[in-house]
């Protein structure tokens, strides 16, 4: 069913008029499916082909990034130094477009990050979306790649197993505005009680916010509908989201740099009864994401996904959507006033609370 519901939403990305922002934000997410329905068919079906032979190799570097900043392979300061790498190159490339006498005012005034919102929230950033897909994203070949291998991989999926099931578009909800607006990064990464971290730590924290907003303001009302597989992704998105605040918390606080009201509230956002539900529902995420829990027991090899879901997240369907949607919003509320984020945060002459 998820192959089904990523070739809904792929139709239904491509028919909206502001598909080209997006998209990019969404498209992670159909790379985790894809990789790891991949993975689990290879299992099951060893004949199982598609088509091209390396479409998996072309969205598995997408899929990693999704888990934000939890990686086995790659440690914290590593990915969060890689993030900074990406906004000290971005300003670097806007800077060199200026050239002649007016050359250092038109760079003092250049903005180096761009961000989309949809009624006022953030959803996305030019630094993040660089960070998902990698040093390269620049290149708009590599983009279209991408959607057309996920768009491919999704359809021999549904035309393998299901040919004749009907596929219904969304009854989708109006996204409501979607703007895209630059800035200087700094006036972003720099602002509230968040500001006052070290500016690369602060800047990975707006791309968590950005991620948990794609689900609860991009995607619920683009679908439009309860289904398993929206209860995945918020599943997914709040679990991850928690474990990377966690993390700079942790590393932070370790290293003497967490000041006392960015851990207050940091703490406030991960406290939570949802949250505190969620941080030990590993079971859950995994056989979410791997279609497998960590311990596989016969006993389990037949059960639905209600089933699934009420053994490892040891609730029912009803309270985990409940419990997730409430933790999306008590996620996104709280990183928000964190960074003194409202409909008036980027007016002209606004100016971030925080300077280096």
């Known amino acids: ?205 707006t791309m968590v916010l950005a991620n948990l907003n794609v689900v609860r303001h991009i995607l619920s009302p683009l679908v439009g509908e309860e289904c398993q597989s929206t209860t995945k992704l918020r599943v997914l998105q709040c679990f991850n989201a928690i474990h990377s605040i966690r993390r700079v918390q942790d590393q932070l606080r370790g290293e003497g740099r967490l000041p006392s009201d960015a851990a207050e509230l940091l703490g406030r956002a991960v406290s939570s009864p949802e949250a505190k539900w969620l941080r030990r529902r590993d079971d859950l995420r995994d056989m979410l994401v791997h279609f497998a829990p960590r311990t596989v027991e016969p006993k389990y090899s037949g059960l639905s996904f209600a089933e699934a879901v009420a053994v490892f997240g040891r609730a029912s369907s009803e309270e985990v959507l409940a419990r997730t949607n409430e933790l999306l919003r008590h996620l996104t509320s709280v990183l928000e006033d964190g960074f003194g984020l409202d409909k008036n945060a980027f007016w002209y002459g606004r100016l971030p609370e925080h300077e280096d």
């Open 1 to 205: 069913m998820d192959g089904v519901f990523h070739v809904r939403l792929v139709r239904a990305v491509n028919a909206h008029a502001d598909a080209g922002l997006i998209a990019p934000c969404l498209l992670p997410f159909a790379s985790l499916f894809v990789s790891e329905s991949h993975d689990r068919l290879k299992e099951y079906l060893p004949g199982f082909r598609v088509e091209p032979p390396n479409a998996i190799e072309i969205v598995r570097s997408s899929r990693h990034r999704t888990k934000l900043l939890l990686s086995k392979s790659h440690d914290l300061s590593e990915l969060v130094d890689t993030y900074a790498e990406i906004a000290t190159k971005e300003r670097e490339y806007f800077s060199s477009l200026h050239t002649g006498f007016l050359a250092p005012l038109k760079r003092l005034v250049q903005p180096d990050l761009g961000f989309c919102t949809v009624d006022g929230q953030i959803f996305s950033t030019t630094h993040g979306t660089r960070f998902i897909y990698g040093m390269d994203s620049r290149n708009p070949e590599r983009m279209r790649e991408l959607g057309y291998t996920v768009a491919a991989y999704c359809t021999q999926l549904v035309a393998a197993f299901a040919p004749t099931l009907e596929l219904p578009p969304f009854p989708s909800r109006s996204l409501g505005e979607v703007r895209q607006t630059d800035i200087k990064s700094k006036a972003l990464y720099r602002r509230g009680t968040l500001g006052a971290l070290p500016e690369k730590w602060a800047a990975v924290l």
